[in-house]
């Protein structure tokens, strides 16, 4: 039975991971180990030509890692390589280990034997986790095991030979093996792979299955999830829509405020304007009041003065008629000859009486006018006690208006703020509208994917079901 499509990508992905982490631990082992040979080639100072050999073994395996590394970066890979590349590392080890064994024979051989031995170790972990399967571990046990065989045999065959010949024998033998077994290996596994495959598949088909089962209950908690938010986005839809319709009515509202607010902030300053002309007549009433009272005093004071003039006047017209008294008795005592000046004191008599009745008679007109001017003169102190109070209710009701006033317009200025966050509250109210309209078009989109998806997951249930009883058949 051939291969799948989907396990030959899932292979195939995972051989180029595995070999690129190979690859870049391959490059950096190889740098580390030449580094050190040279150190030690130096330091017990080794035939150039024997040195040369080590290194240029080692410089096959870096230049080996380098092209692998390219290959696996441009996608040119191909899945023998992997193979390849556990054969090239094992013999990479055993002539490490071989030639350190020749080249370093008064070094520490337990050191140098754990060291070589280090490198074959760590390069086969790192195949086997690289590609988590049986046959590169197979590979590097048989190019192991068959490269050591070699080398030995060539050893023996070459054991009184010059050491750089024997080495230079036993690289070419093991290389050529590696690629031998390296060959070998890869046909041998097509066998086992197959058998391999059909037991992949099989698991993976019922991998698959449970996994189609989970994401058909999924499907359906995530149907039953959009069902409720299709709910939710429908009550968010008419709830921005009862809100939008609120706001408005709100705004509405808020202007007829706004229009109210001005009239009583117009109608507040004209009576406020008013109240001030009507405080103004006030105290030009009061004052002129007070000067009338000012000149009722002086007229007082004249009156007063007239009624000195005339109690003047009634002592004058005593004596004149007291005068006049003598001068009749002075006339009778005269006899005839007084008759005329008789006359003349009974006229002034007369004159004087006459005189003091006027007096009299302008006495009561003056004491008259000191009443009515007490009066008046009361009256006007209460007219000025009136415009008193008439001016502090004034300049109290002046205040409450100019604060009022100050209340109107401060109130004028929150009412346009609301209006402003009334309009914005609008403004995002109607993007919310479209909003919930555009997460209902979503979900709706949605729900017809996941019908799809749905009826996609139910065909390939069919299909592995299929599967299923081929295999088994």
Do not use: W
Request: proline content about 0%; charged content about 20%; aromatic content about 8%.
């Amino acid at each position: 039975m051939k291969k799948g499509k989907n396990i030959f990508e899932i292979k195939a992905l995972q051989l180029k991971k595995g070999e690129q982490i190979a690859s870049i631990f391959r490059i950096t082992v190889g740098a580390l180990i030449a580094a050190y040979i040279s150190f030690i080639s130096l330091k017990y100072k080794l035939e150039i030509s024997a040195m040369v050999l080590v290194l240029a073994n080692f410089i096959i395996l870096f230049l080996f890692a380098l092209f692998s590394f390219y290959l696996i970066k441009k996608d040119k890979y191909p899945e023998t390589m992997a193979y390849f590349t556990v054969t090239v590392d094992s013999i990479g080890g055993l002539i490490f280990f071989i030639i350190s064994m020749f080249l370093m024979k008064g070094f520490n051989s337990n050191i140098l034997f754990l060291f070589s031995f280090s490198y074959l170790i760590i390069i086969t972990l790192i195949n086997v986790f690289r590609l988590k399967t049986i046959y590169p571990l197979l590979s590097g046990i048989i190019n192991a095991v068959g490269t050591m065989i070699i080398a030995l045999f060539a050893l023996f065959l070459n054991r009184g030979s010059n050491a750089v010949i024997t080495m230079f024998s036993i690289s070419f033998i093991m290389l050529l093996t590696g690629l031998l077994c390296g060959f070998l290996v890869q046909k041998f596994t097509i066998i086992l792979e197959n058998n391999l495959v059909t037991e992949e598949l099989l698991r993976s088909s019922r991998r698959l299955r449970m996994t189609l089962e989970i994401v058909e209950v999924s499907i359906v908690s995530l149907s039953n999830f959009v069902s409720n938010l299709d709910e939710i986005a429908e009550r968010l839809s008419k709830g921005a829509k009862n809100q939008l319709a609120s706001i408005e009515m709100i705004s509405k509202e808020a202007s007829t405020l706004q229009k109210s607010m001005e009239n009583i902030s117009q109608s507040s300053e004209i009576s406020e304007n008013t109240i001030k002309r009507t405080a103004d007549f006030s105290n030009n009433g009061n004052l002129i009041l007070k000067r009338v009272i000012q000149e009722i005093l002086g007229i007082h004071e004249v009156v007063d003065k007239m009624v000195a003039s005339l109690d003047l006047i009634d002592e004058i017209a005593d004596q004149t008629n007291l005068l006049s008294l003598n001068a009749t008795i002075e006339a009778s005592r005269a006899g005839e000859e007084g008759t005329g000046f008789s006359v003349l004191a009974d006229e002034i008599r007369k004159l004087a009486e006459r005189s003091s009745e006027t007096a009299s008679e302008i006495g009561r007109l003056v004491k008259q006018i000191e009443r009515v001017i007490f009066n008046g003169g009361e009256s006007s102190k209460e007219a000025g006690k009136i415009f008193d109070s008439i001016n502090k209710d004034l300049n109290v009701y002046s205040t409450f208006v100019h604060n009022l006033h100050m209340d109107v317009q401060n109130q004028l200025t929150s009412n346009r703020e609301v209006a402003h966050a009334i309009e914005r509250i609008g403004t995002v109210t109607k993007e919310n509208t479209i909003t919930s309209e555009q997460i209902e078009e979503v979900l709706s989109l949605l729900r017809e994917e996941m019908n799809k998806l749905k009826g996609l997951v139910e065909g390939k249930m069919i299909e592995v079901a299929r599967l299923s009883r081929y295999q088994k058949d």
